[in-house]
């Protein structure tokens, strides 16, 4: 094998992993990123060595000098993605490889070294396959998998690292929201500008969003809807996933793809099928004052935010300085959304055909 792109894992997998009875009363209702599989992937980087000693190794806390570079100057990127149970018993990953060439062009931004697809993808395979009794089998259930990579190198100086840990882990999870429609805050805070690290998966971006997220909440919503931050005008993104409109004509728009926010392979996904479903999508600019007015009018009438954690989130109402929006009904799950996420979410679990090759089989 080449090993510029693929490396050999030494299997060390926890020798004391929670008892099978513990791990069932785990998934009777496992939450959300709460509870942690058995074991981890860890793969080290050495500037003029790269990538090497890859290992499957039990899941511990990681033992870090305080003077860690990801500590005090932020070289740290991530990415999240799932495993599913199908109705055979298997497992299966979604588009594993869109997150693989994400995670590289994260790194790219943030003068960190790429991990190779194959590496990355393998890594995944590796933890699925040993953690594959976590993988929990009820609808709206999956296998969280979070891939990261901090730079871990010590010194204190304003310079990419020359050392990285790339690690994998795995929490069992439920749904984040569910079918009925959120309310979402307007924010005054911005997410990322133009030239900075809004495209990019890393850790910074959502610390920037926390505060907003908080007073989201004091105003009894959701989530939070950030603005682009040169005019402060035009929509971009949910606090952690993308957003999409659906009009009186059927239609379908998107914020574009302009460096400020996620590529999001749940939001490229949704394009796909609405495309194969014959319906006309529109990728453009949509101004926060235009959503009022066709909220209003009648002519908007679903709104949904996508992502890997909640999949596809139907929004009800905007709440923000200049008032409340209202969607739709204001609750629930619209038609165009529900087809749309039953759509994903059946090529996901294997009970759909996958002409797009998506979908992975692990196990």
């Known amino acids: 094998m080449d090993s510029a792109t693929s490396l050999p894992f030494t299997l060390s997998p926890n020798a004391s992993p929670v008892t099978a009875q513990q791990r069932a009363q785990i998934l009777a209702n496992p939450g959300f990123g709460r509870v942690f599989t058995d074991n981890m992937v860890v793969i080290r980087y050495q500037e003029g060595r790269g990538w090497h000693d890859a290992r499957v190794q039990p899941f511990a806390p990681l033992a870090l000098n305080p003077a860690c570079a990801v500590l005090h100057y932020a070289q740290e990127i991530f990415e999240g993605m799932k495993a599913y ?25 943030l003068a960190m070294p790429e991990v190779p697809e194959e590496v990355f993808v393998e890594a995944v395979r590796q933890l699925v396959r040993v953690d594959h009794a976590w993988v929990p089998g ?20 304003v310079k990419p690292a020359s050392e990285y840990l790339f ?4 929490s069992p999870v439920g749904a984040y929201f569910g079918e009925e429609a959120v309310s979402v805050w307007v924010s005054d805070f911005c997410r990322a500008a133009p030239g900075g690290t809004g495209e990019a998966k890393c850790g910074g971006n959502y610390a920037a969003s926390l505060l907003a997220q908080q007073e989201a ?5 959701a989530q939070v809807l950030f603005l682009d931050a040169v005019e402060r005008r035009w929509i971009e993104e949910m606090g952690g996933m993308n957003v999409f409109f659906v009009f009186d004509d059927g239609s379908l728009a998107t914020p574009p793809l302009t460096g400020t926010i996620l590529r999001g392979i749940t939001r490229d996904s949704l394009l796909t099928l609405a495309r194969a479903q014959g319906l006309t999508v529109r990728e453009e600019p949509y ?25 596809v989130s139907p929004i009800g109402r905007f709440r923000g300085p200049k008032g409340d929006a209202v969607v739709g009904k204001g609750q ?10 039953s759509a994903l979410i059946a090529i996901q679990r294997g009970t759909a055909p996958d002409p797009h090759n998506w979908v992975e089989k692990v196990i």
């Open 138 to 157: 009820k609808p709206d259930e999956s296998l969280y998998i979070r891939p990261f990579m901090i730079a871990n190198e010590t010194f204190l100086g």
């Open 217 to 221: 909440k004091g105003h009894g919503c």
């Open 85 to 109: 149970r199908t109705a055979e018993s298997g497992i299966t990953l979604f588009r594993p490889y869109a997150n693989a060439a994400r995670f590289a062009k994260s790194a790219a931004r």
């Open 332 to 341: 629930g799950i619209g038609p165009v959304t529900a087809k749309l996420r």
């Open 287 to 311: 101004a926060i004052d235009q959503l009022y007015a066709d909220a209003a009018s009648g002519r908007l009438k679903e709104v949904f935010a996508c992502g890997t954690a909640a999949v």
């Open 167 to 170: 690690m994998v882990i795995a």
